[in-house]
């Protein structure tokens, strides 16, 4: 049986999307979610939180969300960590870039606040089945 997923770190910038993902994922999943605003706050509180899955939003200001899995990437915990793109430009040859820069998945935005986590969940038992 895989482990159980538990610790998802979300980062996202824009605080509407945090709090309705947040219900999604703590709510509706019952995970527990460190929520970081930036790449730099990811990368400075992840090591603490040592999340069981990395969600991040694609476009973000000052760093995006392929240089922030980039930067955690390189954070030997981090190396193998499973990390979801959420973003709304899911053009095929978009999802190919993110899938080329390490993620193991794209979940397309606006996203269903009902079926977000279990969305997330199948995705998990994917990678650890």
């Not at 793109?85 to 993110?98: L, N």
Request: proline share 7%; glycine share 6%.
């Amino acid at each position: 049986m895989a482990d159980k997923l538990i610790r998802i770190l979300y980062i996202e910038d824009e605080p509407d999307i945090q709090t309705v993902a947040r219900i999604a994922l703590e709510v509706v999943g019952g995970f527990t979610v460190k929520i970081c605003s930036s790449g730099n706050e990811a990368l400075s509180q992840a090591a603490d939180f040592q999340p069981q899955l990395i969600l991040l939003d694609v476009m973000m200001p000052v760093m995006d969300g392929p240089t922030t899995l980039k930067k955690l990437r390189e954070l030997s915990q981090f190396v193998s960590t499973p990390a979801i793109f959420m973003t709304a430009k899911v053009q095929p040859g978009e999802i190919a870039e993110y899938l080329a820069s390490g993620a193991v998945d794209v979940i397309p935005k606006p996203f269903n606040p009902m079926s977000l986590s279990s969305q997330v969940q199948a995705i998990w038992e994917r990678c650890h089945g």
